[in-house]
């Protein structure tokens, strides 16, 4: 599991590291990991030509060291200084004695850019807030615009290493290298987009078993899917029920009761108007034509999809005693103090927009502040919260560790791919899995049968449900 923790805890260990370590032993570590990274981005060391963007304090000092490694090895090094009387005074001693060109003419240093063959982001560290100062900015976009590789040091300057928010300019990297562990800024939009490729260099950190943020990897996915045994039946296996779709919006129904069925159930029972499509395209389906209350025994509700105004129907899910999820037309027909006083498992699915009009918002604040909004809403409806995106976010109501997602497309963006999403996800809280383990579990099957069924072409909802079950092959044989 890979995992991120905020600036504070860092801070921490790495006071607690260096009271251990010798003077500047911490800062060489994390310069040997930074020159490796950026000789294998050049592909060269020897007549590449380098240019340190360097600020003042210890992210500054970890770019001077590694230029200094650079240039040690025949690349033509320079640095820029944008704070001169407070750049780090070890770096920058090491730099020259290793044949390291400085300068503080900012007026020139777009020169110096546009002739690099990589940029080295060391502005701001960790601890920055707000976008990059008036006179870093054109460097950051010049570097943007330019034929170098651009490498930022533990985190694109100018992006919040705890919130993943960006207020104003900040640097685009191709490639992040960061130290000891990644930070929630790293993993989360919109400041993962700045971040290109992360490279984990590990400087020996001692980190807390809670942290900030999780992602999933295959092997914790593997551990977390359910897996029928020799005495299974469909009743033991889970039976999730499904209400969605209307007459209006029947492919609703028929694309979650798809992502139900091709997600581990034993059985799916769908109660809505579309029943005759659903028989159509899924006859092992068992329909229903009196509502969810009188369907028949299941082991947790998906609901929402496409079901119009049936406040009806959404009340009568969120007064079954069994998990359930609630998405899409159901996230603006359930009523909050209804899901508050829940006690079975309730998760929450919605995408920004949806998300904004839940917390009274609007949707630009729930997008740059995606992890701030998903755990209020968490806190706000007492249930977990799947907030859809570039990268979905899992958040319980109690807070702890909130999970994120990155295995997606943006082929995933098109119609009908969430109605497949709460299919999935309610046929793992069918299985027994948690709200919060059903949702990340999901996201990261969703994720990856997007990319399966899309191969970088546009793809359809449906041929995402259609991919679940080799998604979930790949997981299990990884």
């Not at 310069?31 to 060391?45: D, F, I, N």
């Amino acid at each position: 599991m890979r995992t991120a923790y905020s600036v504070e805890t860092v801070r921490t260990a790495e006071r607690e590291l260096m009271a251990r370590l010798p003077d500047g032993a911490l800062m060489q570590r994390a310069a040997a990991g930074l020159a490796v990274a950026c000789a294998q981005l050049t592909g060269r060391v020897y007549g590449s030509r380098v240019v340190l963007l360097v600020g003042s304090g210890d992210n500054g000092g970890d770019a001077l060291y590694a230029g200094a490694r650079l240039a040690r090895r025949g690349a033509g090094v320079t640095a820029v200084l944008l704070s001169p009387g407070r750049t780090h005074p070890g770096g920058l001693a090491a730099l020259r004695r290793a044949g390291g060109s400085v300068s503080d003419d900012l007026a020139g240093a777009g020169g110096l850019v546009d002739r690099a063959d990589l940029v080295v982001d060391g502005i701001v560290g960790i601890g920055g807030r707000g976008g990059l100062r008036p006179d870093a900015a054109p460097l950051a976009e010049r570097a943007a615009r330019s034929r170098a590789a651009v490498l930022a040091v533990d985190l694109p300057s100018g992006v919040d290493a705890d919130t993943g928010e960006v207020h104003g300019a900040a640097v685009r990297a191709d490639l992040t290298v960061t130290f000891g562990t990644h930070k929630p800024g790293l993993l989360i939009d919109p400041a993962r987009e700045y971040a290109g490729s992360v490279r984990l260099v590990d400087i020996g950190l001692d980190l807390p078993a809670e942290a900030e943020l999780e992602a999933l990897q295959h092997a914790d996915v593997a551990a977390l899917l359910p897996r029928p045994g020799g005495e299974s039946d469909k009743y033991r296996r889970g039976v999730v029920g499904v209400v969605a779709g209307s007459a209006r919006y029947p492919g609703a129904a028929v694309l979650a009761v798809a992502g139900a069925l091709r997600s581990g159930a034993g059985a799916v029972r769908y109660a809505g108007p579309a029943g005759d499509s659903v028989l159509a395209r899924f006859p092992e389906t068992l329909v229903s034509r009196e509502g969810p209350a009188r369907a028949g025994r299941v082991q947790a509700w998906a609901v929402g999809p496409g079901v119009g105004e049936d406040a009806d129907a959404v009340a009568e899910v969120l007064a079954a005693d069994v998990p359930v999820l609630v998405d899409a037309d159901g996230l603006r027909l359930a009523d909050r103090e209804t899901v508050r006083a829940r006690t079975a498992p309730t998760l929450l699915t919605p995408h920004a927009g949806e998300a904004a009009a839940l917390l009274d918002t609007d949707r630009a604040d729930v997008e740059a502040n995606r992890l701030a909004s998903v755990r209020a809403l968490a806190a706000r409806y007492g249930a977990t919260v799947l907030l859809k995106g570039a990268t979905t976010l899992v958040a319980d109501p109690g807070g702890g560790a909130v999970r994120v997602n990155a295995t997606g497309t943006p082929w995933l963006a098109t119609a009908g791919s969430g109605d497949v999403l709460s299919g999935l996800a309610g046929s793992l809280l069918a299985s027994g899995l948690s709200a919060r383990d059903a949702g990340s579990v999901a996201a990261y099957l969703h994720g990856l049968a997007g990319r399966r069924a899309a191969h970088g072409a546009p793809v359809g909802a449906h041929d995402v449900a259609e991919a679940i079950p080799g998604a979930w092959r790949d997981v299990m044989d990884a």
